[in-house]
T-cell receptor, first 115, second 110 residues
Framework: EAGVAQSPRYKIIEKRQSVAFWCNPI?????LYWYQQILGQGPKLLIQ????????DSQLPKDRFSAERLKGVDSTLKIQPAKLEDSAVYLC?????????????FGSGTRLTVV | DAKTTQPNSMESNEEEPVHLPCNHS???????IHWYRQLPSQGPEYVIH???SNVNNRMASLAIAEDRKSSTLILHRATLRDAAVYYC???????????FGIGTKLQVIP
C-alpha cells in the first residue's frame, strides 16, 4: 500500500511569513495526526482528526497554527505568522482508527527552517 | 510529560542481540505498549506492540514484565540498518493523547 505522502519535503521561510504543509494519508485511514518534532526531541502531537472532525487540538498554538481536513481525507497545516521557534520537522501520521491496537503510519515529514 | 522512561542512548555490536529497556510504572490496565523507531531523516515506523504477553514479529520481540511496569524490545541480531531512535509509547483507548519521549538512540558498531 502507498504510504503517507507529505509535501513539501523542505521549506525555508523568513519569520512572520506564512507556510502551509500538505498530507495525504493512507486510503481508508480515518484518523490523521499532525506532529511537530524539534531537533533532539520526540514528536509532539499538535492536532488529531477523526474523519474530518477535530478530536484533540490542545497543543496547537491556535493564534498562529491552523489545520483542516476536508472531506475526511487530505489535510493541510498552516502557520501564520511563523516564528523562529517553529523551526522543526512537521510529521503527518494516519491510522485506521483510534483503537489501542491501531498503529500509526508516518510520512517522511516536512523540515521547516524559519530564518 | 512522557509516560515512559528510556535510556538516552545505547550501543551494540553488529550481529549481536540488543535489549532496549522501557519503564512505564504508571501504565493503566488497558494501555498497550507500542514501539516505534525513527531512522535518520524519516518519520517513525511501527515496530511492535503488546498488552501482557511477550510478542514476536519479523522485526523484533517484545518482552513485557509480569507487573507491566517495564518492557524490553529485543533485536535478535543488530544490523547497521537498525541504527535509529527507538520510542516506547503507551496507547490507551478513547482518543487518549499519545506522548513520545526522546527515545533511545541506538548506535550499531560494525
Amino acid at each position: 500500500e502507498a504510504g503517507v505522502a507529505q509535501s513539501p519535503r523542505y521549506k525555508i521561510i523568513e519569520k512572520r511569513q506564512s507556510v502551509a504543509f500538505w498530507c495525504n494519508p493512507i486510503s481508508g485511514h480515518a484518523t490523521l495526526y499532525w506532529y511537530q518534532q524539534i531537533l533532539g526531541q520526540g514528536p509532539k502531537l499538535l492536532i488529531q482528526f477523526q474523519n474530518n472532525g477535530v478530536v484533540d487540538d490542545s497543543q496547537l498554538p491556535k493564534d498562529r497554527f491552523s489545520a483542516e481536513r476536508l472531506k475526511g481525507v487530505d489535510s493541510t497545516l498552516k502557520i501564520q505568522p511563523a516564528k523562529l521557534e517553529d523551526s522543526a520537522v512537521y510529521l503527518c501520521a494516519s491510522s485506521l482508527g483510534d483503537r489501542v491496537t491501531d498503529g500509526y503510519t508516518f510520512g517522511s515529514g516536512t523540515r521547516l527552517t524559519v530564518v | 510529560d512522557a509516560k515512559t522512561t528510556q535510556p538516552n542512548s545505547m550501543e551494540s555490536n553488529e550481529e549481536e542481540p540488543v535489549h532496549l529497556p522501557c519503564n512505564h510504572s504508571t501504565i493503566s490496565g488497558t494501555d498497550y505498549i507500542h514501539w516505534y523507531r525513527q531512522l535518520p531523516s524519516q518519520g517513525p515506523e511501527y515496530v511492535i506492540h503488546g498488552l501482557t504477553s511477550n510478542v514476536n514479529n519479523r522485526m523484533a520481540s517484545l518482552a513485557i514484565a509480569e507487573d507491566r511496569k517495564s518492557s524490553t524490545l529485543i533485536l535478535h541480531r543488530a544490523t547497521l540498518r537498525d541504527a535509529a531512535v527507538y520510542y516506547c509509547i503507551l496507547k490507551g483507548g478513547g482518543y487518549q493523547k499519545v506522548t513520545f519521549g526522546i527515545g533511545t538512540k541506538l548506535q550499531v558498531i560494525p
